[in-house]
């Protein structure tokens, strides 16, 4: 037997939300499939938390900090919802940003780290997203995906100390045993 699936454009997947029948769910849209996301534990929602402050501080009117909001990428029909995008700094009241106002998108990642290493690295691939950063969790570094070309990322290294900044603002330095301990 052959098993045909169904993938949902983003007009489709927007329809769905409006009319509500996707309400109290924690989804996203990758690839034109509605996938679950897994429940934040503490230490995921605690390393986000703690990063945005240094993000925000940084900013200085050159991009916003937006966390776990989607963001649109239409040609793969993905809306996926990062922990943290750093996108331009406008309104995003008619259309969540697309990758062209995009500058680095960070998950943070556990029970999710398939899918942040596997489906989305070659999702903003495609879409020509610069700047990924996967921080593992589990395995206690930051992987760090850019240059895009071809659909896929030219560069990819996995860090587990030292400092790494967006290729947009290299000004703005992240210690990496920040992200990966429980201390203040």
Known sequence: ???????????????????????????????????????????????????????????????????????????????????????????????????EDIFLVIEFSNTSLAKDTEDKPLVYAQAGIADYWVVNLRDRCVMLYRRPAEGRYQSEQTLFSGEIAPLAFPDVTVNISRLLTNES
């Open 1 to 99: 037997m052959t098993v045909t699936i169904a993938r949902w454009t983003l007009a489709d997947y927007h329809h769905l939300v409006q009319a509500g029948l996707l309400a109290g769910r924690s989804i996203e849209l990758l690839n034109g499939l509605i996938v679950e996301m897994p429940p934040e534990g503490p230490e995921h929602a605690d390393s986000s938390t703690r990063l945005m402050p240094l993000l925000w501080g940084a900013a200085q009117g050159r991009y916003q900090v937006r966390a776990a909001k989607p963001i649109s990428i239409p040609p793969s029909d993905s809306e996926p919802e990062p922990d943290i995008a750093l996108v331009r700094d406008r309104s995003y009241r008619s259309a969540h940003p697309h990758p």
